[in-house]
């Protein structure tokens, strides 16, 4: 059998059965023909002929193009279960991924910002036309919600409870989580929805998803990023502020708050704690900055 064919049947296998979206799943076959370029250069024909020396190989190659670490890490997830699913298929005999791991990253705080702060940006949102009222209402809710930038896109008018002020949100590999949204960031939704989109779509033949672009057409992944960038320079142009940073933010703010660990990963989608655990380093470092500021007995 091809490679290509045995591709294929892995992409089969990964929207069929596990059942992934149509961006993770483009993704990975994103990886494996790089994979496939790579070893047709070395004049391997099947997954069959692969050994370790040629994935450590691989491996060089793309650390000597100065690719990142955690870009690498991905690439070897994606073969990893594709390894996994050949062996498991028997379209291969052996696993060259077994003796592969991980590349060490140095653990990063996500970036976030204060509370005054995101005030500040989402007040800063100029609202005297249609395009921006549509930012202030999109940019409120993703931080209301602590909505990835891909689930803001998908967000549909049906998933959207004004009566309870919830939201349904398709997140990553189609798992679907119920998340609320405050009185704030529904008033402004309801006002783009009913003063403003309407007369986005007007020349289109419409759509159910709630964001549009000024084309009346749904909103993409760039779009939302292009959005934020501006905001972002029009209020303060040394900030590094990109759309995980309302997510990121969110989650921060609600456990500064005394939301505990197991709610703040049910909003946030995480399947494992351990996900959602790297926002605990935050909140102990904002913790400590505001007990060295406050305590009486410290002089530093």
């Known amino acids: 059998m091809s490679m290509n064919l045995d591709k294929k ?3 089969d296998y990964l929207k069929y059965q596990k059942h992934y979206s ?3 799943i483009a993704a990975y076959e994103r990886n494996i023909n790089e ?14 002929d692969v050994q ?21 890490n991905n690439k070897i997830s994606t073969l990893r279960s594709f390894y996994r699913f050949l062996v498991k298929q028997e379209l291969v005999d052996d696993n060259p991924m077994v003796l592969v791991e991980n590349m060490k990253v140095p653990q990063r705080n996500p970036d976030f910002l204060f509370p005054e702060e995101m005030m500040e940006l989402l007040d800063s949102i100029d609202v005297q036309s249609h395009l921006g009222i549509r930012n202030k209402a999109m940019l409120e809710l993703m931080y209301a919600s602590g909505l990835r930038c891909s689930e803001v896109v998908g967000l549909t008018l049906d998933c959207i409870d ?20 405050h009185d704030y960031a529904a008033q402004w939704l309801k006002t783009y929805i009913l003063e403003v989109r309407n007369e986005l779509i007007a020349k289109t033949e419409g759509t159910q998803y709630v964001f ?11 779009g939302v990023e292009d959005i934020v960038d501006r905001v972002a320079k ?56 505001v007990y060295l500021k406050a305590h009486p007995r410290n002089i530093s």
Do not use: C, W
Request: charge should be positive; avoid cysteine.
């Open 212 to 222: 549009v672009n000024k084309n009346g057409k749904m909103m993409t992944n760039r």
């Open 52 to 72: 370790y020396p040629l994935i450590r190989g691989y491996l060089t190659a793309l650390f000597q193009k100065k690719i990142s670490k955690s870009t690498i």
């Open 234 to 289: 029009n209020y303060d142009s040394t900030k590094k502020i990109h759309p995980h940073t309302f997510r990121h933010s969110f989650a921060t703010h609600l456990l500064n708050a005394g939301a505990d660990l197991r709610t703040v990963q049910e909003l946030l989608g995480h399947e494992n704690l351990s996900t959602t655990q790297i926002y605990t380093h935050i909140t102990k470092e904002h913790l400590r900055d």
């Open 22 to 24: 149509v961006l993770t």
């Open 9 to 11: 049947e892995f992409m």
């Open 162 to 181: 004004f009566s309870r002020q919830i939201l349904l949100v398709h997140g990553k590999g189609n798992k679907d989580r119920y998340v609320p949204f």
């Open 35 to 48: 994979f496939i370029d790579y070893l047709k250069r070395e004049n391997i024909t099947s997954f069959q």
